[in-house]
């Protein structure tokens, strides 16, 4: 309830602090902005349930721009660029789950080997994405935005895995442990933790890769700085969103509320001529404040 008041609070604000903001154009643009940060956000939910964190997310989506603007056909380069986020995922859940490597390590560690092959790939922005992506991206149908249409599907999509599915509720309940300090709670019960976590990676990452496509078509090219902390904001997405990053509770539409909310603070930020630097800064320290609220009230204060 708090982060859609937030977001009606910041709307309103901004709807009498600058005309532009209740222009059309503007709404459009900011139903596109959001997309992307909505996407990950929601990827990024999968691992925060179970009490991890995926650092590897915002080199990907910069991949998967640099593989989709290749000279190559979108029947080519859209089906490897989920591959690789399948390999990604396996490699991340298998690394945290069969070596005890830290999420945090783990993921950072890969958002190193990616971003390296993806500047190897492209070094600069530039090349041309193919026209399926970008007519998927872009205009209307029935006069509704297509960036509307890729909300809507990937939000059933999370819905139905999350609290539609055995493998969401057993994601649940392995988060619930984590959080009470009992990691191995849900495999005393027969819940298959490892291979849990290991899907939920494998999520968080086709829906990096999603996002990446979505990006593709709107920048119409790609460009290796594209994704650049798209993590920090995913991460602040879930958590402004209401689900613990200590795992174990979650939200999927205060999730994307959580989403909304940023891509309204970044819109208005952006309306009103604020340097992006400062917007950087404001982004930390609501993870920050965020973070501490839900520190205060795990431990009773």
Known sequence: MLPLLIAIAISIYLGLRTDQF???????????QAMPLVITAIGQMFVVVVGGLDLSVGSLISFTT?????????????PAVFLFAVLVGLSNGLVITRLNVH????????????????RILRPVSGGTVPDIVIQSVGGTFLGVPMPVFWGVAVVLVA?????????GLHLFAIGG??????????????VPDRRNILLA??????????????????????????????????????????????????????????ALVLALLSNGMNLTN??????????????????GLQTRKKIGL
Request: aromatic share 8%; hydrophobic share 55%; glycine share 14%.
């Open 22 to 32: 209740l222009g059309s154009e503007n709404l459009f643009n900011l139903i596109a």
């Open 66 to 78: 640099a593989i989709l603007a290749l000279d190559a056909p979108g029947y080519v380069t859209i």
């Open 103 to 118: 999420p945090i390590i783990a993921t950072l560690a890969m958002q190193y080997v990616i971003l390296g092959i993806t």
């Open 159 to 167: 819905w139905k895995l999350l609290h539609g599915s055995r493998f």
């Open 177 to 190: 442990g984590v959080a009470n300090g009992t990691p191995d709670a849900a495999r005393n019960f027969g």
């Open 201 to 258: 990676y494998v999520a968080c990452s086709c829906f990096a890769a999603l996002a990446g496509v979505f990006l593709a078509g709107r920048i119409v090219s790609g460009d290796p700085n594209v994704g650049l902390l798209f993590e920090l904001d995913a991460i602040t997405a879930v958590a402004v969103g209401g689900t613990q990053l200590s795992g174990g509770i979650g939200s999927l539409q205060g999730t994307v509320i959580g």
């Open 274 to 291: 604020v340097s992006p630097f400062i917007q950087t800064a404001i982004k930390g320290g609501l993870l920050l404040l965020v973070v």
